[in-house]
């Protein structure tokens, strides 16, 4: 949880000082080939990402629509 944490503080330093990071930047060291392999394979951890992703995108829009 620590280590969550800590990416989205990088990330979000990146965001208030408009810095776009390069792909090793964002990679870090703790992405390998490995791990890119294991994620790709699993079709139901890409699946159920996806899900949350989109429910998390209606969730947003349909607050920003209610308050227009």
């Known amino acids: 949880m620590k280590r969550l944490v800590q ?39 890409v699946a159920a990402s996806i899900i949350i992703c989109r429910l998390m995108n209606e969730i947003v829009g349909d607050e920003v629509h209610t308050k227009h």
Do not use: C, F, G, S
Not at 25 to 30: I, L, P, R
């Open 7 to 45: 990416a989205y503080m990088i990330e979000a330093r990146w965001n208030h000082y408009n810095h776009t990071p390069t792909i090793k930047e964002y990679m870090q060291e703790d992405t390998t080939v490995e791990v890119l392999i294991w994620v790709t394979n699993d079709l139901k951890i």
